[in-house]
């Protein structure tokens, strides 16, 4: 069964650090590109990061650029968010989610502009507060 | 402020069809980009419902549809049932954003009367 377990979210205070992991499992980890998602309580949905498949690109939003790092371990199937600098906006259910790319008779590729998640966690709660 | 915007909720009764709205703009939408969908039951991570416009991955029912013109797209569910009630996010791509350019709507919540 694809699956993917955030863990490592909880209370910290602001300007703290925080490490989110993602285990994956039931695919091949190190074929997909993959993403970090957040929701704040009671809000939509916004994107935060995103890493290529063997870890030697990755893109952030805006808000969490330069605090926020995200890496992945193709090794243990890993992916991870290491946020610093935390604020109280930061606040919220933190998803990891693979992204499968543009796929055609069977063959998947990935652009800039096509971006997608196909397989998501069930997140992890990280709340800045003092 | 959503990039994409949705509005905020809607609602039909059982067996009725409903349409969700996605508005963009010449960046995103308008340049191209395609529109994919999410469903979002109460308390529950997003699952993915429509991508690439109008796609539906293996396990979504025909009842979801989606469609892009111009500067919009829309998710179309047909035959409203119970289990519909959810809230719902369109995604697209945005090249006037600094960063990765992935951007959400701001969601609509689907209210099953």
């Known amino acids: 069964e694809v699956q993917l377990v955030e863990s490592g979210g909880g209370l910290v205070q602001p300007g703290g650090s925080l490490r989110l992991s993602c285990a994956a499992s039931g695919f091949t980890f190190s074929s997909y590109w993959m993403h970090w998602v957040r929701q704040a309580p009671g809000k939509g949905l916004v994107w935060v990061s995103r890493i290529n498949s063997d870890g030697s690109s990755t893109s952030y939003a805006d808000s969490v650029k330069g605090r926020f790092t995200i890496s992945r371990d193709n090794a243990k199937n890993t992916l991870y968010l290491q946020m610093n600098s935390l604020r109280a906006e930061d606040t919220a259910v933190y998803y990891c989610a693979r992204d499968p790319g543009y796929c055609t008779n069977g063959v998947c590729r990935y652009y800039y502009y096509y971006y997608y998640m196909d397989v998501w966690g069930k997140g992890t709660t990280v709340t800045v507060s003092s | 402020q959503s990039v994409l915007t949705q509005p905020p909720s809607v609602s039909g009764a059982p067996g009725q069809r409903v349409t969700i709205s996605c508005t963009g703009s010449s960046s995103n939408i308008g340049a191209g980009y395609d529109v994919h969908w999410y469903q979002q039951l109460p308390g529950t991570a997003p699952k993915l419902l429509i991508y690439?416009?109008?796609n539906r991955p293996s396990g979504v029912p025909d009842r979801f549809s989606g469609s892009k013109s111009g500067t919009s797209a829309s998710l179309a569910i047909t035959g409203l049932q119970a289990e519909d009630e959810a809230d719902y996010y369109c995604q697209s791509y945005d090249s006037s954003l600094r960063g990765g350019g992935v951007v959400f709507g701001g969601g609509t919540k689907l209210t099953v009367l």
């Open positions: 690439g416009n109008s």
